[in-house]
């Protein structure tokens, strides 16, 4: 049976990684940049920013927003249009090489152990079913290396931090100049098909932790639950689906972007599939939790049996 994991920042946070924006906007390697373009200008007053989507949609926001003062149409008050464009330009690619650096720097010693997200990733890793797909930079594993689990296969869909390529963006449905495309995920000299959408589609049982399914991501998520939500008839399949998030606010969240992204049909969603979504931080889903990993490991046996069976005959 084709399983899917996919993680967000909320996997690497759940095992105390201080990967938020807030460790970064807190660090000498945010603090030691230039503030005086626009775009920084507008970061350092949005206070409210405290994940990486909120990071690439303050970029998208301040880009898109100001199209006018940004064109090259500006009237002659306002500062040329190349003086603009490059004090922007340059902070964002010293933006993201200053978030490289600051992720590099840290240290996967401390991984925590009790944690929900060891919990998953150890009974994913002993399943050998799973086709792994991370969101974040980090390296997935030096992670199990430090938490003595088996090194395994993943994609990484927006770069990773041991190639030195990551993407920090929007997406290409937002309204920009020409001259400003290069911030688009897609534009990236790194951008590579990850072929998340056909797993999806060919996977029986999907797993998210720690990923928000936010508005920079749609394009990536929104037909599949579309379909899985019966906007085009019942679905091919009936699917397992869980998110892993961590408190009731999040839930809230994800659920507002599931309704914006299948048309308002949450409940045709949990209707048409096997569809939950787990709290880490509740104390009364960690039986629930424990349960549906130990059901991967076991499920991971059966399976290594009946082929082994079907070897024999």
Known sequence: MEKVLIIGNGFDLDLGLKTSYYDFMQSPFFKNLDKSSDLMKHILFK??????????????????????????GDNAKNPPFDNVFKANKD?????????????????YKNLNKESIAYILLKSVIENDYFEIFSFNYTDLN?????????NCTYNHVHGSIENSDIILGFEDE????????????????????SNIRQSLYKAEEIVFFGHSLGITDYHYFSDFFSEQSGNNGTPKKKKTIRIFTYDENSRQNILVQLRNMNKWKTNQLYDLNDFRIYCTSKLENKKYIEEYCGKLVNDSKKNHFTRMESIII
């Open 47 to 72: 206070e409210s920013i405290s994940k990486w989507i909120d990071l690439e949609t303050e970029i998208k926001n301040i880009i898109s927003s100001k199209k006018g003062f940004f064109s090259r």
């Open 174 to 193: 937002v309204d920009v100049i020409d001259e400003y495309c290069f911030m688009i995920k897609s534009h990236s000299p790194y951008y590579r098909s």
């Open 91 to 107: 902070s964002y690619f010293q933006l993201t090489d200053a978030l490289m650096d600051y992720l590099k720097s840290l240290d």
């Open 142 to 150: 030096d992670i199990n290396s430090s938490l003595n689990i088996n």
